[in-house]
């Protein structure tokens, strides 16, 4: 899978436009035994329509860089659970979507930093056909096992970021342009290299009175054998965490492997993954957490300096999701 990572979704924010298809309401599995309604990073099922339905509601027009990072011992947990969890349908959750979410803005948490993220849980409900094709409906449900160590650790929810530069060790913030150097292979198809992952989060906050950057879009959807991959990233180079970037599609950079290339062309906000190692000698306190993108270190089959994307993006591809009007 990749490092860098998962990206998804713009269009101009007419909230008005993201209505649920008929075929998305929630449909929350039977009860499995002692179990809590929760995203996967530990907000209350309520806590997430509220904060998904706020940043449907509210326009930024001047969106800020964000990163939000997770420790490894919670991303290996949800992936752990998500293998383990068969829902009350029969069927075993089949990926995750990843919500752009908003907390209710105040003094002291403006609306452009206050950008946060609710990874829900899906299962393949059923197949229908859009326009002719075949679509799988991933339905997202909350229903999950009340996991010792997961949904009561303190930071569960990731720790969000809106610096500009790389000396917190988010180094997709360079937009190096040595990046377009560096040959890296894609091997699945998530993969984007590397300097197509720093032109996506450069383009996503605001950069000019021409391209004004507001959010467009709700969610991007990935499959278990994205997570799945990660994790054996995350344990094979001995990385300590992942970092998931808010970016936006570009067409600057054309990949044949790119599977969903309208998303692109019409520059959506999506999400971007990359893992991270704690620099040495900074964990005194605060460690830092740098993406982890030596591509010298292909060789011994790193997914390195590639990102994973490719995800399906809400619009267009929106059955199955959490209404915004919940």
């Known amino acids: 899978m990749k490092k860098l990572v998962l990206i998804g979704i713009i269009g101009s924010l007419m909230i008005m436009s993201f209505k649920p298809n008929k075929n998305g309401s929630i449909a929350d599995v039977p009860a499995l035994g002692d179990t809590i309604l929760t995203t996967l990073n ?7 329509l509220d904060s998904i339905a706020y940043s449907d509601k509210t326009i930024d027009r001047r969106p800020r860089n964000t990163q ?38 105040s003094a002291s948490v403006p609306i452009n930093e206050n950008n946060r993220i609710m990874i829900v849980s899906t299962y393949h409900r059923k197949d229908t056909i859009i326009n002719g094709d075949t679509v799988k409906i991933h339905q997202d449900y909350f229903e999950h096992l009340k996991t010792p160590g997961l949904f009561e650790a303190k930071d569960i929810h990731g720790e969000p970021s809106h610096d500009n530069d790389t000396t917190k060790g988010a180094l997709l913030l360079s937009r190096n342009p040595l990046g377009s150097l560096k040959a890296c292979t894609l091997v699945s198809e998530h993969d984007i290299p590397r300097n197509m992952a720093e032109e996506m989060v450069w383009r996503f906050p605001k950069r000019s009175i021409l391209r004004p950057g507001k959010m467009n879009a709700r969610a991007e959807w990935f499959d278990m054998n994205m997570v799945d991959n990660l994790v054996k990233v995350l344990n094979r180079e001995g990385d300590d965490g992942v970092r998931i970037y808010f970016s936006r599609g570009t067409t600057k950079y054309k990949l044949d492997s790119v ?68």
Request: glycine content about 6%; charged content about 25%.
């Open 68 to 105: 939000i990072w997770f420790k490894k011992d919670i991303i290996c947990k949800i992936d752990s659970l998500l293998n383990a969890e068969i829902s009350g349908h029969g069927r075993k959750p089949d990926g995750i979507r990843i919500y752009f979410s908003r907390i209710l803005a």
């Open 42 to 48: 530990g907000y209350t099922k309520a806590q997430a």
């Open 259 to 326: 599977k969903y290339k309208k998303d692109y062309a019409k520059n959506k906000v999506k999400f971007i993954l990359v893992t991270t190692k704690a620099v040495p000698n900074t964990c005194t306190a605060n460690c830092i957490h740098r993406d982890d993108l030596d591509c010298a270190k292909l060789l011994v089959a790193k997914l390195i300096d590639n990102a994973k994307d490719n995800g399906e993006l809400c619009p267009t591809h929106c059955q199955g999701v959490v209404p915004s009007s919940n």
